[in-house]
Structure formats: structure tokens, C-alpha cells
């Protein structure tokens, strides 16, 4: 699968680092080739593509917005034509102080959709920290990927480009429901920092069959 | 420990249950001694006692208010004096439809902490299913209590109660986290029902060693 990963931090950069692991094609599309976390994701591996922002939305069918929220908005008006391509929002809109939701009534995914006018949004990679982007594995349990979207087929899609980096994946329906998905990174924001659990901690829905 | 349960239903019914067979003492007080909850609790165990809502707030050391949401603070003008006591809130103030929360920028357990003027208020028991309140074992893992609250002992006091029946508990901070906690009620009851996963699931925190 060819990807584009719109930023180069954290997130896009173990998603990248990750997805190249499995043989996708990847291009990062960056507003400074300069940058420290550029040349640290060049140094690690040669197959790694760059470009700036119209460039890495252009040559994936799958585009990865690994942005801050806030900067959703502008990077989308200046990404080109998204019709067709599934969007990946990995997104959270928290305050500044990390103790709320900026966005009420609506969530970063269903405005990515309505900006960008396509149905093809998913919602996910936002309720994981990157150190388990980067390794799902927490002794015998997978953490789960919680994804929701409108359009079947681009779930189809991100569901398996989660399961080829270890993941568990949980549905959790319509695109409305990525204000569910918000909130539940606000509660991983709080656990892993102002609790001090630290990042080393994920979901996981336990499921079993029905005893009753 | 004396514990005073307001409510019948599955959830404070099942909590009694349980308890009881750890040996602490319950008293329920529900409004009607004759309804079909109560008679099927009396057949099952005779140890239970019953009341109504004020004997059962005057026996419990703490208390719990397994009652739908929007009959808390009518049920806390009732209750009688609540001071000193710990005070049990796993209620979820879902709209009719269950696609949202009905209070905002406050939740259930601090409504509840402002009407009885009370710090000893814990929310607690909201983000699970009554099928697992009866049973925390999934496979080879144990569900995750979530709890919140401003008071260090009432929290402990809970943890212990939590323990006894089988949960892994998570400590998510003080009282106003409650909100974080209701929303993770909303995806609960999202997946359950919605997205027809059915009640027997149950969040996790997964959590292992930093490894980097």
C-alpha cells in the first residue's frame, strides 16, 4: 500500500518506520526537510520518501493526517485533492493544560470529513501512545486499535494496515462516534501524565463468550 | 464492612450479591418491598436486609447509589445525613437514545458530592456491565475497575471493596475525572449495544515495564 504521513514526529514517524517494516511504500510529506525529526527518520532508513504536504498526499492511496489538531484545518486546505484516498486521523483536540476537549459537538475526524468533503475519513491511532505504535506487545495481550469511519471499505483498510503492525482492532462504528475515541484519549492523556502511569499503557476491550 | 445499597436492579443487586458472599453486610433500600427485584434477591440469599432509603443510608458505613441517573438528587434530598459516610456513584447520565451524556462541563459523582455537601464521594462500578460485576474474569485477564474521587481513604476503602470481588483496580484521580469516566460508560454501552458486541465485554489498562 502507498502511504502518505503528513509530519514526522512521533506518531507519523513510528507509523512510517513501522508500516516500511511490512513492505508498504511510504513518503512523509513535511514543511521543513531540515528538521531534526526529518533527518533522525532519514539516518534510520534509506527507503523512507520526503516531500512536502501536497507531494505525500498525491502518491498515497492512504493519508495519514500525524499532525498537531490545531493545524488540521490549514494543512487539509493546502493538501490538494483528497477525493478517493482513505484519511487517517490520529488527531486529539486537547486543551492546552491536557485536562479537556477544545471541540464541542463534533470531533477533529468530522471535520476533516466535512473539509475535505469525503466519507473516507477512519478514526484511529489516536487513543495509543507511540511507544505502543511502536511495540503493540504487553505480555500475553495485544493492545487493541479502537477505529471508527463511515465508509466500510477505508475501515477494511486501516483495520488491516493495524493488524500488519500488531495490533488488535476494535469497530466502534460511524465516524460521529470519533468523539467517543477523543474522549478516550483524554483519559489515556490523564492516566499516562497526570496519574504517572507513564506511556507504557493501552486499551484493551476483554471480550468473551456469553456465559449466561 | 456495613454497606447501604439504594436499589434493586442488576447492578445493585449483583453488587450486594457479591458482596455478601465476601461476608460484608448489606442493606437495601428501594422504595417498594414488593417488587419483582427485591423478591427475586430475598429468594436468593437470606441475608440480605431491606428497607427504605433512609434506613439503608443510616446503616452502611457506605453507601451505594445503584439507581438510574436522573433519580440521584431527588433520592439524595430523601437520603437523610450523608456526612461521613462514603458514598458509591456508578451511575451514567446517558440520553434517552444512549448516544451522548446529558450533562456537561459536570458529572453524576460531583452533582452528587455538591447535593451532599460530601468530599467522600467515589465514582465507581459505571464502566462495566452488571454480567461483569457478577464475573471479572475474561480468559486469562481480570477487568479493570476505573475510580475517581477527592478523598485518599474513601478511595482506598473502594479499592478494597473492588478487590474483593475479583477487579484489577485503576485510580484515574480526583472527583472530576468522573467525566472522563461517564464518556468511557458511552463507549461501553456504544459497543454493547450499537456495535452489538452484547454485555460481555469489559475495558482493560494494559501496562508493562518502560522498555526504552
Known sequence: ??????????????LGK?????????MFGVRNLQSQ??????????NLRFGDIKEAVAYGD???????????????LKAGNLSGK?????????????????????SVAEKIAKLANTDKVVKAFNTIGAKTLNNSIFDSNR???????????AKRVVEELAIDIGFDVVD????????????????WIELAFRQQLGPNIAFKLLRRKAEF
Open 1 to 14: 500500500m502507498k502511504i502518505g504521513i503528513i509530519g514526522a514526529g512521533d506518531v507519523g514517524g513510528t
Open 18 to 26: 513501522r508500516w516500511r517494516q511490512k513492505k508498504h511504500e511510504i
Open 37 to 46: 525529526n526529518v533527518q533522525t527518520l532519514i539516518e534510520a532508513d534509506q
Open 62 to 76: 492512504v493519508i495519514v493526517f500525524a499532525i498537531p489538531w490545531a493545524s488540521v484545518e490549514e494543512t487539509i
Open 86 to 106: 482513505i484519511v487517517i486521523d490520529p488527531t486529539n483536540p486537547v486543551t492546552p493544560d491536557l485536562k479537556g476537549l477544545a471541540l464541542d459537538n463534533t
Open 143 to 153: 493492545a487493541d486499535l479502537f477505529i471508527c469511519g463511515n465508509d466500510s471499505h
Open 172 to 187: 466502534v462504528g460511524p465516524l460521529v462516534n470519533a468523539r467517543m475515541l477523543e474522549h478516550l484519549a483524554l483519559l
